[in-house]
């Protein structure tokens, strides 16, 4: 598994929240996600198989444990975000977003 796949080109069409990211992960199997965020899907009830990150230069107003929209061009997926995480990442501070792919 390439952790480092990202949407690359593509993420200037990118979309969550109406906020384009900077940096956008491809969809990765949630057997890698870590058990307690695991826990967390499975108490809300929502089905998910796979999860991204989704990365900003600058915070974003987005709340924890709330369903949102992720857009690439045309097509449209409903994502929750599990988790917010400030990074700081080869000198440059990073806001990553943590959401899950809901089917």
């Not at 940096?23 to 499975?42: D, H, R």
């Not at 989704?54 to 409903?78: A, N």
Request: aromatic fraction near 12%.
């Amino acid at each position: 598994m390439n952790f480092e796949r990202h949407y690359e080109e593509q993420t200037a069409y990118i979309t969550l929240g109406g906020e384009t990211p900077i940096a956008n992960s491809m969809p990765i199997n949630k057997c890698f996600l870590g058990k307690k965020f695991q826990k967390i899907l499975k108490n809300e009830g929502l089905t998910v198989n796979c999860f991204m990150n989704v990365c900003y230069d600058k915070s974003q107003s987005f709340t924890e444990g709330t369903i949102m929209k992720w857009k690439l061009r045309e097509e449209e997926i409903d994502v929750y975000l599990i988790e917010s995480k400030k990074l700081f990442i080869k000198g440059k501070h990073i806001w990553a977003y943590c959401v899950g792919i809901v089917e």
